[in-house]
T-cell receptor
């Protein structure tokens, strides 16, 4: 079974631009979560989608948004990029919603660099 | 959110057992204990989880204290490929709560 895939793997943008990252979950998984990882803040939760509905949202500004499609694929968008948005963006999928005993499967991440 | 405390770093010799501790003194009765690890330049990887009883799988063992205020991840024979950051995370069984990653323990394995 194929794992979680994320595209693109690397991205360079300039301040003020916007970016869209894509995540394809493991086949059959309906929950997709997004995380941001930086050296200073570590792994931080952005949001989770289950059956096309946002279930949870982390403490990030409104410039960060996401959505999930009927085939469970998910995208996240960051508008008006800032230097501090440079990070590894990770996507994770799980069969039922995350939490409790449910394990999550992570993708390799998208490395975003904002110049 | 219930918090966990882990040592910042640990070192092990190759082919030796490794015991990675985690304290979670404020754990609630229905919190699951999860362990994930992140190898260099990769996304986190699920290792093991448990509720009350000790657990074993092909990757590791999880020993949970009787009062559940601490747990230990056991790698039976460390290899160089086990060098990673190991995260201990509590997850309420009620669900609808995302994983909260702390700083984790950076494990170095010496050949």
């Amino acid at each position: 079974k194929a794992g979680v895939t994320q595209t693109p793997r690397y991205l360079i943008k300039t301040r003020g631009q916007q970016v869209t990252l894509s995540c394809s979950p493991i086949s059959g998984h309906r929950s997709v979560s997004w995380y941001q990882q930086t050296p200073g803040q570590g792994l931080q939760f952005l949001f989770e989608y289950f059956s096309e509905t946002q279930r949870n949202k982390g403490n990030f500004p409104g410039r960060f948004s996401g959505r999930q499609f009927s085939n469970s694929r998910s995208e996240m968008n960051v508008s008006t990029l800032e230097l501090g948005d440079s990070a590894l963006y990770l996507c994770a999928s799980s069969l039922p919603p995350s939490g409790g005993k449910n394990e999550q499967f992570f993708g390799p991440g998208t490395r975003l660099t904002v110049l | 959110d219930a918090k966990t405390t882990q040592p910042n770093s640990m070192e092990s010799n190759e082919e030796e057992p490794v015991h990675l501790p985690c304290n979670h003194s404020t754990i609630s009765g229905t919190d699951y204990i999860h362990w994930y690890r992140q190898l260099p330049s990769q996304g986190p990887e699920y290792v093991i989880h448990g509720l009350t009883s000790n657990v074993n799988n092909r990757m590791a063992s999880l020993a949970i204290a009787e009062d559940r205020k601490s747990s230990t991840l056991i790698l039976h024979r460390a290899t160089l490929r086990d060098a990673a950051v190991y995260y201990c995370i509590l997850s309420p069984s009620s669900g609808n709560t995302p994983l909260v990653f702390g700083k984790g323990t950076r494990l170095s394995v010496i050949a």
